[in-house]
C-alpha cells in the first residue's frame, strides 16, 4: 500500500477540487425559480453539488488513510481489515447527464468523477494484493 508519490500528488489534487468546489459551489448556489421547472433544475443542482461533495470527501478520507499507513500511525493489516476502503458507491460512481446544470457544475462533476474511478481503481489492485 506504500505508494507515497500517487497519494502526494493526488492529495494536493483533491484539496484543490475541493477548495474550487466550495468556491464554486458558495458562489453559484442553485437558483430557486417560480416555475416548477426552475425548482427541479435547483434541486438537480443541489442533488449534484452533494454528489460532488460526496465522491471528494470520500478520495480524501482514503488518501488521508493511505497517508496515516505510511507514516505508521496506522498498520496496514488495521487499515485493511476496517473500513479504510472508498465508500460511496453507486452513489459516486453515477454519472450526471442533465444539460440544464451550469458549465461549472458539469466541469466539478466530470472531474471529480474522473478522480473518484482513478481513486477506486488503485484501491481495487491493492484489495487483490491483500
Known amino acids: 500500500m506504500q505508494h507515497p508519490a500517487f497519494v502526494r500528488k493526488t492529495y494536493a489534487e483533491t484539496l484543490d477540487l475541493l477548495v474550487e468546489a466550495r468556491n ?10 417560480r416555475s416548477p421547472i426552475e425548482s427541479v433544475v435547483g434541486l438537480r443542482h443541489s442533488c449534484e453539488a452533494l454528489r460532488v461533495t460526496a465522491r471528494l470527501t470520500s478520495v480524501m ?17 488495521q487499515a485493511l481489515a476496517g473500513a479504510a476502503w472508498l465508500d460511496g458507491d453507486p452513489v459516486c460512481l453515477t454519472e450526471a447527464d442533465e444539460p440544464l446544470l451550469p458549465q461549472g457544475l458539469q466541469s466539478l462533476l466530470r472531474r471529480s468523477l474522473l478522480l473518484y474511478v482513478r481513486v477506486s481503481r488503485i484501491e481495487e489492485r491493492l484489495r487483490q494484493v491483500a
Open 24 to 33: 464554486y459551489l458558495g458562489l453559484a448556489g442553485p437558483s430557486v425559480g
Open 61 to 77: 478520507a482514503w488518501l488521508m488513510m493511505q497517508r496515516a499507513i505510511q507514516r505508521g500511525e496506522v498498520a496496514e493489516e
